[in-house]
């Protein structure tokens, strides 16, 4: 819909013009909103009715370009988005004047909240497998630890009982005995590491900051990359975060040293936790080679990806700058919550501000 509108030096303002394309998109005739600019007003969502009256002002006052999307609802109930758009001239006698367009662009408003609402199914879909991996990792890790664990310590038990039985006399026997035991002993090494890989039984025990702070003195033996943390002690212990968080940061963390331990020819890491009321961060940084911007761009990138995917499951935020030979920050920022996904919340305003 083309049209001119007036605006006068004591504030009033009315349609001079009204092209034809009125009725298409209005259901009104260019005469109806021309004699009277409250019929084209009431049109106007409550909600969106001031930024419209704002959003003229501002032109008017600067003389720059009149931007306005808002939603109008017709008389037969249906309900439309506008983009309005208009460059303002000075007029006579202190009149400003616009000339411009009006356009429907409800269609592209209805595929925004489908693709927001197909983005969060994705979303809560990652979120899900991720879920499921974790409990499945649990139930492996336990029966790892209990069962596997259990037998592999009664067999060494075992092993033991007859070693003490058997004749000193018959050294074959013994040595053997000691070699099967040794084995049995690398066995259940190896059945508490994978335990561990699976699920740290400290990190529901004691939390995530012991969880990180063992991970990350493993970290500095397994590789000689200095790692130092730092942490408001104070508030950490007064406040319990959400188990899923505490997963999820735990799993950032170990995403973000193998990163650094494969890539970055690091010497030293620097790790911050600050918890607060609302939200914990954490902060990961090194002094490694950095990767430019086509690096994390590159198509099989998943580790920052799913950085990015847990943090926003939370509806918190991450960020990740790195520089060539200045080092990588990854900095990541949870609201605290109940356990209902933020997502589906956020999705819901969004749905609501649309419609």
Same mark, same amino acid.
């Given at each position: ?25 209005? #259901? ?5 909103? &021309? ?5 084209? !007003? ?15 002002? =501002? ?8 931007? *306005?999307? #808002? ?9 439309? *988005? ?15 004047? *616009? ?14 909240? &489908? ?126 975060? =959400? ?26 890491? &620097? ?41 926003? =499951? ?32 956020? !999705? ?8």
């Amino acid at each position: 819909m083309a049209f001119q509108l007036v605006l006068e030096s004591n504030g009033v303002f009315s349609f001079s013009y009204i092209g034809e394309g009125s009725l298409a998109l209005l #259901g009104l005739s260019p005469l109806q909103l &021309e004699s009277d600019i409250n019929t084209f !007003l009431h049109l106007i969502h409550p909600e969106d009715s001031p930024s419209f009256r704002e959003s003229m002002e =501002h032109s008017a006052q600067t003389m720059s370009f009149w931007s *306005w999307e #808002g939603r109008v609802t017709l008389a037969n109930g249906e309900m439309k *988005w506008l983009v309005l758009g208009s460059t303002p001239q000075s007029g006579e006698n202190g009149k400003i004047e *616009w000339e411009g367009l009006a356009v429907n662009v409800t269609k592209a408003k209805l595929d925004e909240i &489908e693709l927001l609402r197909s983005q969060q199914q994705l979303r809560e879909f990652s979120s899900h497998i991720q879920d499921a991996k974790e409990q499945e990792r649990l139930r492996i890790a336990r029966e790892v630890h209990d069962e596997i664990g259990g037998l592999l310590t009664a067999i060494k038990m075992d092993l033991a009982w007859i070693k003490e039985r058997l004749p000193k006399s018959k050294k074959i026997l013994t040595d053997k005995t000691s070699a099967i035991e040794n084995m049995v002993g690398k066995a259940m090494t190896a059945a508490r590491n994978l335990a561990h890989s699976l699920r740290p039984g400290y990190l529901d025990s004691f939390g995530i900051v012991a969880a990180i702070e063992m991970e990350a003195s493993e970290f500095e033996q397994r590789t000689g990359i200095k790692c130092l943390l730092a942490h408001n002690e104070e508030e950490d212990e007064e406040l319990e975060l =959400h188990p899923d968080v505490s997963i999820a940061l735990f799993r950032i963390f170990q995403e973000a040293l193998t990163n650094i331990m494969k890539h970055s020819r690091a010497n030293k890491v &620097e790790v911050l936790i600050h918890n607060s009321q609302e939200h914990i961060e954490l902060t990961i940084s090194d002094n490694g080679c950095g990767f430019s911007q086509d690096a994390r761009s590159k198509p099989r990138s998943f580790g920052l990806r799913g950085i990015q995917e847990r943090v926003a =499951h939370f509806g918190g935020e991450v960020s990740i700058s790195s520089t060539p030979e200045q080092g990588t920050r990854v900095y990541v920022k949870i609201p605290h919550f109940s356990g209902d996904s933020p997502n589906s919340a956020r !999705l819901a305003r969004t749905q609501q501000s649309l419609f």
